[in-house]
């Protein structure tokens, strides 16, 4: 069983980091993309950032171009979103993605970030 594992989340002041980290487990599958999304409360899901796994290009929401910078490691499986200057309404629950037969057909568990003011 495939398996997105998300971990990082936490509570943080306006202007600090966090770097979240997302490990696929489980037999080993092919992945075209591997993002990270947001869902504040009361607001639709939105994209964060992406990075194209055999390339490693990237993407990023123009709310997080020069906070936020992804980054994967092919030998661990595993994608990273570094956070940095976050602001309050950078709160959310983060969740990692994957592109394994469709677009982002594979989600993980979400984790929780809250930057206090």
């Known amino acids: 069983q495939v398996q997105l594992v998300g971990s990082g989340g936490g509570l943080v002041q306006a202007g600090g980091s966090l770097r979240l980290s997302c490990a696929a487990s489980g037999r080993t599958f092919s992945k075209n993309y591997m993002g990270w999304f947001r869902q504040a409360p009361g607001k639709e899901r939105e994209f964060v950032a992406a990075i194209r796994w055999s390339t490693g290009s990237i993407s990023y929401a123009d709310s997080v171009k020069g906070r936020f910078t992804i980054s994967r490691d092919t030998a661990k499986n595993t994608v990273y979103l570094q956070m940095n200057s976050l602001k309050p309404e950078d709160t959310a629950v983060y969740y990692c993605?994957?592109?394994?037969?469709?677009?982002?057909?594979?989600w993980g568990q979400g984790t929780q970030v809250t930057v206090s003011s």
């Open positions: 993605a994957a592109s394994v037969t469709s677009i982002y057909d594979l």
